[in-house]
């Protein structure tokens, strides 16, 4: 039997208490692939409207080191227990997806001009984990960090975790137990009232490194497992095939502490899936999103996937999913049925806007192509990436453009959290192509006050 009624209940407090206004952003940064030689930095962005440099980068903390590719990013403190919402988020924690080097960053003491306090080597990560290339991070109970890793030093696909000690930031080690690891891996999240860790799948970064190419398809170079780890033992309890080529990759729990359920998007194959806890004890998978493939001319493929990042508002009323090639984000209203319901959709960019490189030969969704957006002046190129929910849930961010010459942009899209909707802010657009050093790819997108996609009730 499914379990569709863990969202029935209102999130009791501290979930329904006021929520704070995002003032200030931190966004990585990366020029890894536009051809320029300049460090990887730390964008900070102005989110305040009433504040003259409203919608700028108001500080940039560059790295002292080259092409470490600053991907992901996550805060020292985010798993709070329920009744204690008084966690300080004064470290942030950014690991090199390539070079596996680690920054810690201090925001506590001037939050509009972040400084690195401690790095940790890549030989430190390799001898001691025998583990590389570094992505998704995220605070444990216990208040250590956990970073997950996609490969081992040389690069060849390696999934499990390395645990970076809460207080010090010293290097601990690996944090699964010996026992069988993934082939890949990427993201994760957990659910400590249920004892649950969950991991997806990523790619073999010594063959895709340098963006997708599908050559490398049907030759097991991105990842097809969803895992199930037990957080006290640290081992793998269950694993799902999700199917070749699948590439499961963004991993969200709902945020009440007592739902057993959660969504995992799938990058090639542009599926997402739910997974819950079922009566036996055990995890079930099951599709509830299919982006249908789109007939194309002039592509690398004559049929181009859907692709996917989400994220789901702190009230778990809502899934936010951003349609990567296609350009397209979309908002999907949780319910007790199991199945999300699209509420609305926005096309930011992507590879399907009218008078583009690329046609459309037979789309099931759309009776034409998007217009290409225009934002401040700016037409906005390259589609959807890394989203950022504001804690109420009216205000999402989007950086674009994974792999460009031009550089990222920064928007934000405003929300509808009575009836749902999304629309532009024609007012908001931070422009990575101008910067000094010229244009860089932006990436993950965190806020002080907290955000939907760190902040985990315990």
Known sequence: PKHCGAMAPPLAPPFSTPAPREEVAYVTCTYRGTCIDQPDFLATVDLNPKSSCYGQVIHRLPMPNLKDELHSSGWSAGCTCVGNVTLKRNKLILPGLISSRIYV????????????????????????????????????????????????????????????????????????????????????????????????????????????????????????????????????????????????????????????????????????????????????????????????????????????????????????????????????????????????????????TRCGSVSVCRNEELKCQPEPLVVKCKRVYGGPCKMQLSLDGKRLYVTNSFYSTEGSVMLQIDVDTENGGLAVNKNFLVDFGKEPCGPCLAREIRFACGDCSSDNWA
């Not at 605070?139 to 975790?161: E, H, Q, R, V, Y």
């Not at 690996?174 to 891996?185: F, K, L």
């Not at 997806?200 to 990842?223: E, I, Q, T, W």
């Open 105 to 352: 960053v201090d925001v506590g003491s001037q939050c509009r001009a972040p400084k690195l306090c401690k790095m940790i080597e890549p030989v430190d990560v390799f001898w001691k984990c025998n583990k590389g290339y570094l992505a998704t991070v995220h605070s444990l109970p216990n208040g250590d960090i956990l970073i997950a890793n996609m490969g081992d030093p040389a690069g060849n696909g390696k999934g499990g975790f390395i645990v970076l000690d809460g207080e010090t930031f010293e290097l601990k080690g690996n944090w699964e137990n010996e026992c069988e690891v993934p082939p890949t891996g990427y993201d994760f999240c957990l659910q400590p009232r249920h004892n649950v860790l969950v991991s997806s799948a990523g790619v073999v970064l010594k063959r895709a490194g340098y963006g997708f190419n599908p050559c490398d398809l049907k030759k097991g170079v991105y990842g097809r497992r969803l895992n199930f780890w037990n957080l006290s033992c640290r081992n793998l309890s269950q694993c799902f095939d999700l199917g070749e080529d699948s590439l499961p990759l963004n991993v969200r729990f709902l945020h009440n502490p007592d739902a057993a359920e959660g969504y995992v998007s799938c990058a090639l194959s542009g599926v997402t899936y739910r997974f819950y806890k079922c009566e036996r004890g055990c995890w079930e998978v099951e599709e509830v999103i299919r982006i249908p493939p789109i007939n194309v001319i002039d592509w690398i493929m004559p049929k181009m996937p859907g692709s996917s990042d989400i994220i789901i508002s702190m009230d778990d009323r809502f899934l936010y999913l951003s349609n990567w090639w296609h350009g397209d984000i979309r908002q999907y209203e949780l319910s007790k049925t199991c199945k999300p319901r699209l509420v609305a959709q926005v096309f930011v960019g992507g590879l399907l």
